[in-house]
């Protein structure tokens, strides 16, 4: 089992910045992929993602003001998110994919709690 904390979120206004950081701990030796997701309030969706050898991903609403980081020796993800909008504000979700051999596309997800990001206009 893996377990994922967020941290970081809060109260911010628009223009604004704030760095969310995710920790996996437990059984880390096979992880993979981390990223942040958000959901306000509809479906979740991607913000960004960052492979093991630093390769990124960005939604389209996101690129040029979000960047995503991470540290492996801590299993450390980092979001800096700057030139905040009232349009980011959602719960923000960590995710960290580890290799498996119990699931058909080989890879497990476990998802932290949440970190609230609210963008005030």
């Known amino acids: 089992q893996v377990r994922v904390v967020e941290s970081g979120g809060g109260l911010v206004q628009a223009g604004g910045s704030l760095r969310l950081s995710c920790t996996a701990s437990g059984n880390t030796l096979n992880l993979n992929s981390m990223g942040w997701y958000r959901q306000a309030p509809a479906q979740r969706e991607l913000v960004a993602r960052i492979t093991r050898d630093g390769i990124t991903h960005y939604s389209d609403s996101v690129k040029g003001r979000f960047t995503i980081s991470r540290n492996n020796a801590l299993n450390t993800v980092y979001l800096q998110m700057n030139s905040l909008k009232s349009e980011d504000t959602a719960v923000y979700y960590c995710?960290?994919?580890?290799?498996?051999?119990?699931?058909?596309?080989?890879?497990?997800?476990?998802w932290g709690q949440g970190t609230q990001v609210t963008v005030s206009s």
């Open positions: 995710a960290a994919d580890v290799l498996t051999i119990e699931t058909i596309d080989g890879i497990e997800t476990f």
